[in-house]
């Protein structure tokens, strides 16, 4: 029986120490929760300082959409009102980062367009796109009446 008790006690010796270690373990698995909460917080704090550093740098859509009308002008009648400094591709160059940052279009997109169209006409297609489509309901007259279909939906 003596020896039964002894090894009792040294499974009771060995369940304590299993027990420090857990702890250690779990106070050890704590820090880097601690540190990823401290880089998290850090992540989201340059995200912000980001975001409003990009708002207060960007230009107002207003003064953009002007530059837009007043570079078509020039393109449409290129010899009399343009820069000497400039060349045409330059004045292309400035419309399509303007048009990409006015619409929000892709690059690639607006050089396409550009190339299908006359700058003129490939701001009057953008602006066409971007207003939206009335509606309309399509009456199958064989089954029912306009007045009626109105009278219905009222």
Known sequence: MPDDLSADEGLEE?????LDEGSEEEAAADEPEIADEDALDTNIEA???????????????GIIQMRVKE???VLSNFKELRDSSKSRSDYLDELKSDLCRCYDYNRDLIE???DL???SECLEFIEANENQRP??????????KRK???KTLI
Not at 135 to 144: D, S, W
């Open 14 to 18: 060995e369940g304590e120490a299993e």
């Open 47 to 61: 995200k912000r300082d980001k975001m409003i550093s990009d708002l207060l740098s960007k230009e107002d859509l």
């Open 71 to 73: 570079t078509v002008k």
């Open 112 to 114: 396409l367009l550009l």
């Open 117 to 119: 169209f006359a700058p």
């Open 135 to 144: 509606m309309t309901i399509r009456t199958n007259t064989l089954k029912t």
């Open 148 to 150: 009626d279909l109105a």
